[in-house]
């Protein structure tokens, strides 16, 4: 078996030369994104545009000549979620002092507006024509462009957008690969349903209260960006519970069961990406022929999204969300990325390749702008004592 | 007509109000369109109990009986936990009885047999006491009549406006084939019976400030 593993990944390893030259648009485009156009000045700034786009472009690199998706797509991501949270937490405090929301920021309209609040916002938009989130239409951080972009980069990948996108999901994934074997390993099928269930709630009440009702009541991630301030009993209860779900869903089960649990088993907007995934032309599949049965893909799927009826099937979940843990993990190679529509025989990395570039693309333009500023940041603490 | 136009003018806000509780049930449940219709019947049944009780209530301060109940929300307020708790136990616990003798004896045996058939009426029930901005219109306008069959039929009128709103709900057995479906409808039926019971817990506590 580990020969053939061996012979597997010696077929997939490319030339430098093939490498180099595959990487090239890479290269051109990330640059691209990354500069915006125009230099930096600064020494600082010049500094961490630089150590971006090698940092990027090494692990695109990797991606192409090693044939392994997850082993360097997780660093990029994992990054993502530190730097995003460590640039979004010390621009707050630089700009209001603290990382609560107060009544009057909400009444300006000048909370962010994030991925997340997507699926409660369509019903009342269409049944009131208003958006029910204190944030701003246009300009950054806006309502208008998250919708852009969401809608850009579900057409593009899919459910692939909780892994190629969310600045969220790098935390949870972080913490998952703490253990080296999970403590939890028996989780029963139906909690893969209860994002589904979350999301009817969330719609359903948001419709009924105008107001996101995910946003104050649930999501987990205002731990670690901004929350409303405790003025009453309330908005204390509702700390408490966006607090415990936080250290529950992205902390402690991550760790104990080696899953993204937030996302596989919680998240509103991940459920409704699976709608998206049906109308997406990448996807994972299965060679039956190729497959012995090991189950090792679905152990290490990190949102439940394989299971033995998708063994059976030769395909996985809609849930999935293309990460490419369970192709890298697979001994026999049995799994792989794919274009709906085409040949199942023929070249099959082509097809990760092309499914590779809009992916990695994408984190790679939302990864450069957060991971610059917290370097910039960092930077600036260690030399001159603030970050500012 | 008045109260008809009212209900009718303000039904989606009802149906928004009650679709949450309702939905997830019909979900839930995975019956057929005529099985859902009769949930949905007894749904509204409640629902009109809960308003004829607000109608008699609306009669009474009329006639200065109930001057002394300052706090209703001390009445709603447990009966908001009692009912979230059978909807959480319902969306997260309950389990199927499949074979009749086991259901034949026992009090838990008995009570999950009934227990499906009454938690629309209940829901039903608890979701028509809701105070919502119409109904409080409604009420006001119910506080207005004189005698308690006046009062009684303009809630009656009320609710006809109102119910108008429900009538496309009973279709969603139509995706009684989804086994998944089921199940989702049963944890959002739990996980709004999660926040009915906050409701009621901050009702009872009266949402101190601090």
């Not at chain 1, 944030?135 to 208008?144: R, T």
């Not at chain 2, 928004?16 to 509204?44: D, H, M, R, W």
């Amino acid at each position: 078996m580990k020969k053939n593993t061996t012979e597997a990944s010696a077929t997939t390893r490319r030339s430098l030369f093939k490498t180099f030259l595959l990487c090239l648009p890479m290269m051109l485009l990330t640059f691209m994104m990354l500069t915006g156009g125009s230099m930096p000045t600064g020494g600082e700034r010049l500094f961490a545009l630089a150590a971006t786009f090698l940092f990027f472009n090494l692990l695109f690199f990797l991606m192409v000549r090693t044939g392994k998706t997850d082993r360097f797509r997780s660093i990029l991501f994992i990054t993502l979620a530190v730097c995003f949270v460590f640039s979004f937490i010390s621009n707050l405090i630089a700009v209001r002092g603290s990382m609560a929301l107060s009544r009057a920021t909400m009444i300006e309209g000048g909370a962010p507006f994030c991925h997340l609040v997507i699926p409660m916002t369509l019903i009342p938009a269409v049944l009131t024509k208003t958006i029910i989130f204190p944030g701003k239409i246009l300009g950054s951080y806006s309502i208008a462009g998250m919708f852009v972009i969401w809608i850009g980069v579900s057409l593009a990948l899919g459910r692939g957008l909780c892994s190629w996108f969310c600045f969220f999901g790098g935390l949870e994934d972080g913490f998952s690969r703490i253990l080296k074997k999970p403590i939890i390993k028996n989780i029963s099928k139906k909690w893969t349903y209860l994002p589904y269930a979350v999301l009817l709630v969330v719609v359903l009440m948001s419709a009924l209260t105008l107001s996101p009702t995910y946003c104050q009541w649930l999501c987990p991630f205002k731990t670690v960006t901004e929350f409303v301030e405790i003025t009453s009993v309330k908005v204390l209860i509702q700390t408490i519970i966006f607090v415990s779900l936080f250290i529950g869903l992205v902390v402690v089960l991550p760790i104990l069961t080696k899953r993204r649990t937030q996302c596989g088993l919680f998240c509103p907007l991940g459920a409704l990406q699976s709608v998206t995934n049906k109308t997406n032309v990448f996807e994972i599949r299965i060679d039956q022929d190729k497959c012995v049965q090991c189950n090792k893909c679905i152990r290490v799927c990190p949102t439940f999204s394989i299971d033995e009826e998708s063994l059976g099937r030769g395909r996985v979940k809609a849930s999935c969300t293309k990460c490419g843990k369970c192709v890298d993990a697979c001994p026999q190679k049995a799994l792989f990325y794919h274009v709906k529509g085409t040949s199942l025989s023929s070249k099959l990395d082509r097809y990760r390749l092309l499914f590779l570039y809009p992916a990695f693309l994408v984190l790679a333009i939302i990864a450069g702008r957060f991971v610059q500023d917290a370097m910039v940041k960092a930077i600036n603490l260690i030399t001159t004592g603030t970050m500012i | 007509m008045e109260a008809f136009i009212l209900g009718l003018s303000n039904g989606t806000t009802c149906v928004a109000y009650c679709a949450p509780v309702l939905v997830p049930y019909l979900l839930g449940e995975g019956k057929g369109i005529l099985q859902n219709s009769v949930l949905t019947a007894q749904f509204l049944l409640g629902r009109l109990l809960g308003y004829l009780l607000f109608a008699v209530l609306a009669w009474g301060i009329n006639r200065s009986i109930l001057q002394g109940v300052s706090k209703p929300d001390l009445v709603i307020g447990p009966a908001y936990v009692v009912f979230s708790l059978l909807l959480i136990y319902y969306g997260f616990f309950k389990t199927r009885t499949s074979c009749k003798t086991t259901c034949t004896h026992g009090l838990r045996h008995k009570l999950m047999t009934i227990l499906p058939v009454s938690i629309p009426m209940i829901a039903g029930f608890v979701t028509g006491l809701s105070l919502c901005p119409p109904f409080l219109l409604a009420f006001t306008g119910a506080v207005e009549k004189t005698t308690v069959i006046q009062s009684m039929f303009f809630f009656f009128a009320f609710f006809l406006g109102t119910s108008i709103f429900f009538i496309p709900l009973p279709f969603s057995g139509l995706f009684r084939g989804f086994s998944a479906l089921r199940i989702i409808g049963r944890m959002a039926a739990g996980l709004i019976g999660v926040y009915y019971l906050y409701s009621g817990i901050m009702m009872l506590i009266g949402g101190y400030t601090i």
